[in-house]
C-alpha cells in the first residue's frame, strides 16, 4: 500500500478525517477500511491507540482519494462511529463511497464552504 512516505498527496483530493467518540477497535476499523482504498499520510502499520489517564482520543489521517488502491472488506463496529471529514466536496464524496464499501453511511451533517466541505457520517455495520 502506498502512503505520503511512498510518493506525495494530491493536494485538490486530500480528505482530513477525525474519528473521536469511539473505542481504539473501531478506529482501527475504520481507519484500515480507509487504507484499503486509498492512499494515506499514515503508514499501513500506524494504528490507534488509547491514550493513557482517561482522556478522550481523537485520532486523524488525510487520504488522497484520487486513486483507489482497492475496495475495503465489510467492517464490524461494535457501536455507531462518527467520523469528520473534510475537504473539496467531490474528494469527500469520494471518501464517502469508499466507506460505504465497508459499513452503512449515513450523512449526518455538512457544512460548506467556497470550495470545501466539511461531512460528519454516521458509520453503522451494513
Known amino acids: 500500500m502506498s502512503t505520503a512516505q511512498d510518493q506525495p498527496l494530491d493536494p485538490s483530493a486530500q480528505v482530513a478525517v477525525v474519528l473521536d467518540g469511539c473505542d481504539q477497535e473501531d478506529a482501527r476499523a475504520v481507519l484500515a477500511a480507509l487504507q484499503a482504498s486509498f492512499p494515506s499520510d499514515r503508514a499501513e502499520d500506524d494504528r490507534?491507540?488509547?491514550?493513557?489517564?482517561?482522556?478522550?482520543?481523537v485520532w486523524t489521517?488525510?487520504?488522497?482519494?484520487?486513486?483507489?488502491?482497492?475496495?475495503?472488506?465489510p467492517g464490524r463496529l461494535?457501536?455507531?462511529?462518527?467520523?469528520?471529514?473534510?475537504?473539496?466536496?467531490?474528494?469527500?464524496?469520494?471518501?464517502?463511497?469508499?466507506?460505504?464499501e465497508a459499513f452503512a453511511v449515513r450523512v449526518v451533517g455538512t457544512a460548506a464552504g467556497d470550495q470545501?466541505?466539511?461531512?460528519?457520517?454516521?458509520?453503522?455495520?451494513?
Open 48 to 57: 490507534p491507540e488509547e491514550t493513557e489517564g482517561g482522556h478522550p482520543t
Open 61 to 73: 489521517a488525510t487520504f488522497d482519494v484520487s486513486r483507489t488502491l482497492g475496495l475495503a472488506d
Open 78 to 100: 461494535s457501536a455507531p462511529v462518527t467520523v469528520t471529514a473534510q475537504g473539496g466536496y467531490r474528494a469527500v464524496d469520494r471518501l464517502r463511497e469508499g466507506l460505504a
Open 116 to 126: 470545501e466541505q466539511e461531512a460528519k457520517l454516521r458509520l453503522d455495520n451494513q
